[in-house]
């Protein structure tokens, strides 16, 4: 009876060391007696005890593996490249993928060098920077041609970080650093230019509109004055004497407006009562001598040059 249990046992043990489980996205190699067998899938599967083994797991999903590589551009310039790589073994060539490569990280390594170093030095320092995409396609074109026999397939490849020597990034920047000064400059120069301008014709409509209210104040001051001689002409006053009553009269206003401001200089007339009506009587005099001697004067006769 023991024997029996202990039969039982044995064969439990075997029947259980049979079973094992695959992850999700993953399978197993089974070998029998050192010889490829079968894939198993993912979920619970099975192999005959102590003459199957799992050889090793495959994962299915996508991997990434970063390659820094130095090399140096057109213009001798080095340069530190990043690259990072993202592969996934084919589900359909899982054999070919464990099997026939020993290290297929080293393999992908290898192939990224030798593509970077055979493309950057095509390129100036610039080109590198403006062209990383083509060097990024180079490289998925090169290794999926390469790793797809082996059962693998590049996904992407990509050009993550571009490092020129310090002393290059620092002349860069100093390049770029007097470009923009110079951008600068011309918008700033722009700009006061604009402002000049501007400026001129601001003053010129403000010189123009002060010209015009001046005209109108002068044009106001004569109608006045006009309808002022009409008016002393009406009560029996020449025009000789209403012109130099007005002239004493805007002399009087002269006076009254500068001493309206406490910081004007004011010019005080001789203390003499008849000072005021000797001026009147001097602008009249002058008022008319200069009428006579007008009179007096011959016409100078129109030439045809005048009728012209």
């Not at 026999?149 to 020597?165: E, F, M, Q, R």
């Not at 005209?215 to 109608?223: H, K």
């Not at 020449?238 to 805007?250: D, F, G, M, P, R």
């Amino acid at each position: 009876m023991i024997e029996m249990y202990f039969i039982i046992f044995i064969v439990a043990i075997l029947v259980l060391s049979g079973l094992f489980t695959v992850k999700q996205q993953t399978t197993a190699i089974i070998e029998r007696f050192g010889k490829f067998n079968k894939i198993s899938q993912s979920g619970l599967n099975l192999k005959i005890p102590l003459i199957d083994r799992i050889a090793g797991r495959v994962s299915l999903k996508i991997q990434q593996l970063d390659v820094i590589v130095e090399t140096k551009t057109k213009d001798d310039v080095f340069v530190h490249l990043k690259i990072s790589v993202q592969f996934q073994i084919l589900r359909e060539k899982v054999y070919d993928a464990f099997y026939k490569l020993q290290n297929p990280e080293e393999q992908i390594t290898a192939f990224i060098f030798d593509t970077v170093r055979a493309e950057v030095p095509k390129m100036i320092i610039d080109d590198v920077f403006v062209k990383k995409d083509d060097i990024a396609h180079a490289i998925q074109r090169e290794l999926k041609d390469a790793m797809l026999n082996y059962g693998y397939d590049i996904v992407k490849a990509l050009v993550t970080d571009i490092d020129p020597d310090s002393q290059v990034k620092e002349a860069m920047n100093r390049i770029n650093a007097a470009e923009r000064e110079k951008v600068a400059a011309q918008f700033e120069g722009d700009a006061q230019r604009i402002l000049i301008v501007e400026r001129a014709k601001a003053e010129a409509e403000s010189k123009r509109l002060q010209g015009r209210g001046i005209a109108d104040q002068r044009r106001e001051i004569a109608r006045g004055l006009e309808e002022s001689m009409v008016v002393l002409n009406r009560a029996g006053i020449n025009s000789q004497e209403a012109s130099a009553l007005i002239v004493i009269t805007q002399h009087y206003d002269t006076l009254q407006s500068i001493g309206a401001d406490t910081n004007s200089n004011l010019i005080l007339l001789p203390n003499n009562p008849n000072t005021a009506s000797n001026m009147l009587n001097d602008m009249v005099t002058s008022l008319v001598a200069a009428n006579k001697i007008k009179e007096a004067s011959p016409k100078t006769p129109k030439t045809d040059d005048d009728n012209k």
